[in-house]
């Protein structure tokens, strides 16, 4: 078959059509040759620089969709060794040659002579990254990060690989997370040790792989002139509007607010189960001992269920979400070899995302699928900007994306249950806010500890992770558990893979609870300034984007203690 293309430079119809359709973007015989092109091509003007950053952006999205359809297969099929090999591959042999071109054509927008000229309100946001990614770039680091993407590989595999044998049967372990709820205390805490036990068997080799993640991060820290690798990825992370010392704030004020509220939610749990004191097995049961939230059957059924509420709630979520049901763009049910934990992952040349999760018929699913979905809607709606860098956010608005439409979506939860489950789950999401900020704050503040003490010990290691529990754990009996314990951040996937990605996620719940109030005075307005605030994509600073969204940006003592004293009085109006 011949391919037609508009050749580079030229400003097609469709900017797809710059890019040849039948590219084999796993290869870089295919890549690289384009790539040269760009690199090679004479900026006379604004508008030649402006084509190259457009011409690029397509190119960058071949690579971007072979990636992640290589890594959408790896983590569906983690025994399965030719999708193992095709990921790896591309990791040692295409992205290291990604990285150091895409930081030869940084230096060549950035440097150019015409990028003043250009539309600062328009290319402010992009010119600014990329000039940090000039700044952070150093060649020895390109082998360096190769080797931390196979070591994550490798955790990914052996977190899929997890199984146990549970009442005669062989499941997986977010599997296994529905006997967690069983009102049988006994059930409950053979199913804790039992999962707690596998994981501990594969414990050393998962503090053999961080180790070496660690050893390698600080590298390229160093390389890179900074003391740490803390500095340098928060630097990496584009974080322009907040500091490692902002992210203390953040610990502190979590401390102050969140933690007292938490703890009195479980006096309150271990007052109704009549247990003193709590069990880790006693966390997750309901305390009135009703039978677990059991939503739906299957995946199906949670499709089907989740395309009613987003039908209900708004005609352009109705829509976007019903897009989400044609072609390869869900993997939801839990099976044996597969990678761990939930994700969105946007197909950026075909514009279509895909949705992986592990659901096991558990409440927490439909929690995951409506956030998964936030994602989906927040690509789809800015998929049309012509800036790659523009079809994504910073994490810290994306996750507003997410997490808002785990609180919009509540009104609608008869979907899923009776009124009275309905209310149960509707409690439990609001009480998400005094119980995840603590441990978000805890992993966040472990990640702070471990790469500004790079050379510690495996059991200085524990010791970091056992006060920070104190600091801001749950009012929980852990007597002779510390081998399970001590080990418990391993279970956190975000501290193996990207690592520091996580405060985004206590920054866009703050985020995500003033859209939620903002739609309990108006739910049309809400849900308009949310998709107005997602249709921006990442092509305004951060705190513009909150507040286009409805929302402010900031973390401190006393907007996290205004959000949790609304929090408390939203539950006090919930039965219990």
Not at 37 to 53: A, F, G, P, V
């Amino acid at each position: 078959m011949t391919t037609t293309t508009l050749p580079f430079g030229s400003v097609p119809t469709s900017r797809r059509s710059a890019v040849p359709a039948t590219i084999d973007a796993t290869r870089w015989e295919s890549l690289g040759p384009l790539y040269a092109q760009l690199l090679s091509r004479t900026l006379k003007c604004e508008s030649c620089l402006e084509n190259l950053i457009l011409d690029r952006s397509e190119l960058d999205a071949a690579a971007s969709e072979a990636e992640a359809n290589l890594y959408i297969n790896m983590t569906r099929r983690t025994s399965d060794a030719q999708a193992q090999g095709a990921f790896t591959d591309f990791v040692e042999h295409v992205e290291p040659k990604l990285r150091t071109i895409a930081f030869e054509l940084d230096r060549k927008i950035a440097t150019s002579p015409f990028v003043e000229r250009l539309d600062q309100q328009r290319y402010g946001v992009l010119l600014r990254r990329l000039k940090v990614d000039v700044e952070l770039f150093r060649e020895e680091n390109v082998a360096l990060q190769t080797e931390v993407t196979k070591l994550d590989q490798e955790y990914a595999k052996i977190n899929g690989a997890m199984t146990v044998e549970f009442d005669g049967k062989t499941r997986t372990l977010p599997q296994m997370a529905r006997y967690f709820e069983e009102t049988d205390r006994a059930v409950r805490e053979r199913a804790w040790r039992a999962v707690n036990e596998r994981r501990l068997v594969d414990a050393d080799r998962m503090d053999d792989i961080y180790d070496r993640m660690i050893a390698l991060r600080h590298r390229m820290g160093v390389n890179a002139g900074f003391a740490n690798f803390r500095d340098y990825q928060h630097r990496k992370l584009h974080r322009f509007d907040y500091t490692p010392t902002d992210c203390a704030t953040f610990h502190a004020a979590v401390e102050t607010t969140c933690v007292p509220a938490m703890r009195e939610l479980h006096r309150e749990r271990a007052t109704a189960l009549g247990l003193a004191p709590l069990r880790p097995w006693d966390l997750a049961v309901d305390p009135r001992g009703r039978p677990p939230l059991r939503p739906f059957t299957d995946a199906d059924d949670l499709v089907n269920r989740t395309a009613t509420i987003f039908a209900r709630m708004d005609e352009g979520f109705g829509s976007m979400f019903q897009t989400l049901r044609v072609g390869d763009c869900l993997d939801l049910e839990s099976r044996e070899g597969k990678a761990p934990g939930g994700y969105q992952y946007q197909r950026q040349r075909s514009r279509q995302p895909f949705i992986f999760m592990n659901a096991a018929g558990l409440h927490r699913d439909v929690v995951t699928m409506v956030h998964e979905a936030g994602h989906a809607f927040h690509s789809i709606l800015s998929k049309d900007d012509p800036i790659l860098e523009y079809r994504s956010s910073p994490m810290e608005f994306a996750e507003v994306a997410s997490t808002a439409m785990e609180l919009l979506t509540l009104p609608y939860l008869e979907t899923f249950y009776s009124p009275a489950d309905a209310d149960r789950a509707r409690r439990e999401r609001l009480e998400k806010f005094p119980t995840l900020m603590p441990w978000i704050a805890q992993i966040d503040a472990f990640q702070h500890w471990v790469y500004t003490n790079p050379s510690h010990s495996r059991s200085e290691r524990a010791k970091a992770w056992a006060d920070l529990n104190r600091r801001f754990g749950p009012i929980v009996d852990w007597s002779g558990l510390e081998p399970y314990t001590e080990r418990s951040w391993q279970r956190q996937l975000h501290l193996f893979g990207v690592p520091f990605y996580y405060i985004e996620y206590g920054i866009a719940e703050i985020g995500a609870m003033q859209v939620w109030l903002r739609s309990l005075t108006s739910e049309a307005d809400a849900f308009s300034r949310y998709q107005q605030g997602l249709s921006l994509g990442g092509s305004r600073p951060l705190p513009e984007l909150f507040e286009a969204a409805g929302g402010r940006f900031g973390f401190g003592p006393e907007v996290i203690g205004s959000l949790m004293a609304q929090t408390r009085s939203a539950l006090a109006r919930l039965p219990l």
